[in-house]
């Protein structure tokens, strides 16, 4: 019998925020490539004996790609285990197609990216009426371009709730990009390696947010969160949600007129 490959996303970094599915495959792998500099080795401690793991950290595709190749064709249950989810910034289609020429089946379990975990480690919700209602994810041009239309500038001018992955080592950048349409007090959250033991957030402005960076020493595996919305425990008021209004009515709720 032979059993599909099984991408699974880890989470963050707590060992505890891979979801229930994601730690049942891992429990039953017989084989687990995984992406070492990235997941916390706590998740494969309760790996069953005699299973197999392979630190992808220095691998190329190819390389990978003939250890899930080979677990399969021997019959094992395969694990590959990306960091946070595996659709963002996870590499993982390149690696589907591969298994796709192959004739090999697969499926993909989806994991906690570092935005919602810094969002729960900030007890903050990323939209809010009034304010942004909106949240991009995205990464500034390095070694990787992006497509034209979507360098930084251009998604600043939106003025959402804007989540830039993959390049605090840019922090001057980031900032020359997005604070012509931000504004310099607008508030910044640098979030370094969530959910480790050594989990770091800096918070600042557009200001202040590349001296507070360089100062903490952050430089790599970090996300910046620019936007308003961390302006909400500011003391001004708020304006609620409608889901919990009693003058708005919804398939579950009558309005209550006020007399």
């Given at each position: 019998?032979?059993y599909?490959?099984?991408?699974?996303?880890?989470?963050?970094?707590?060992?505890?925020?891979?979801?229930?599915?994601?730690?049942?495959?891992?429990?039953e792998a017989?084989?687990?490539?995984?992406?070492?500099s990235l997941?916390?080795?706590?998740?494969?401690?309760?790996?069953?004996?005699?299973?197999?793991?392979?630190?992808?950290a220095?691998?190329?595709?190819?390389?990978?790609?003939a250890?899930?190749?080979e677990?399969?064709?021997?019959?094992?249950?395969?694990?590959?285990?990306?960091?946070?989810?595996?659709?963002?910034?996870?590499?993982?289609?390149?690696?589907?197609?591969?298994l796709?020429?192959d004739g090999?089946p697969?499926?993909?379990?989806p994991?906690?990216?570092?935005?919602?975990?810094?969002?729960?480690?900030?007890?903050q919700?990323?939209?809010?009426?009034?304010?942004?209602?909106?949240?991009?994810l995205?990464?500034?041009?390095?070694?990787?371009?992006?497509?034209?239309?979507?360098?930084l500038?251009?998604?600043a001018?939106?003025?959402?709730?804007?989540?830039?992955?993959?390049?605090?080592?840019?922090?001057?950048?980031?900032?020359?990009?997005?604070?012509?349409?931000?504004g310099p007090?607008?508030?910044?959250?640098?979030?370094?390696?969530?959910?480790w033991?050594?989990e770091?957030?800096?918070?600042?402005?557009?200001?202040?947010?590349?001296?507070?960076v360089?100062?903490?020493?952050?430089?790599?595996?970090?996300?910046?969160?620019?936007?308003?919305?961390?302006?909400?425990r500011?003391?001004?008021?708020?304006?609620?949600?409608?889901?919990?209004?009693?003058?708005?009515?919804?398939?579950?709720r009558?309005?209550?007129?006020?007399?």
């Amino acid at each position: 019998m032979k059993y599909p490959i099984h991408f699974v996303g880890a989470g963050p970094g707590d060992p505890e925020l891979i979801t229930v599915k994601g730690k049942r495959l891992l429990q039953e792998a017989d084989c687990i490539v995984y992406a070492g500099s990235l997941v916390p080795e706590a998740l494969l401690q309760d790996r069953k004996p005699g299973a197999a793991i392979h630190n992808s950290a220095s691998m190329t595709l190819p390389q990978t790609h003939a250890l899930l190749r080979e677990g399969y064709e021997r019959g094992e249950r395969v694990v590959r285990l990306h960091t946070g989810d595996p659709a963002l910034y996870g590499a993982i289609q390149e690696q589907m197609e591969l298994l796709d020429r192959d004739g090999i089946p697969y499926s993909v379990v989806p994991g906690v990216s570092a935005v919602f975990a810094a969002a729960a480690a900030l007890t903050q919700e990323l939209t809010l009426p009034e304010v942004s209602q909106t949240l991009i994810l995205t990464r500034m041009a390095g070694r990787t371009p992006v497509p034209e239309g979507e360098d930084l500038r251009s998604l600043a001018q939106h003025r959402a709730t804007l989540v830039i992955y993959l390049s605090v080592q840019q922090i001057e950048k980031v900032v020359s990009e997005v604070s012509p349409c931000y504004g310099p007090e607008t508030p910044v959250v640098v979030a370094y390696r969530l959910g480790w033991p050594d989990e770091l957030i800096v918070k600042g402005t557009l200001d202040d947010i590349v001296q507070k960076v360089k100062a903490s020493g952050i430089g790599r595996q970090a996300i910046i969160m620019v936007g308003e919305v961390f302006n909400a425990r500011s003391g001004k008021e708020l304006k609620k949600s409608k889901l919990y209004d009693e003058s708005f009515e919804h398939g579950f709720r009558k309005a209550r007129v006020s007399s």
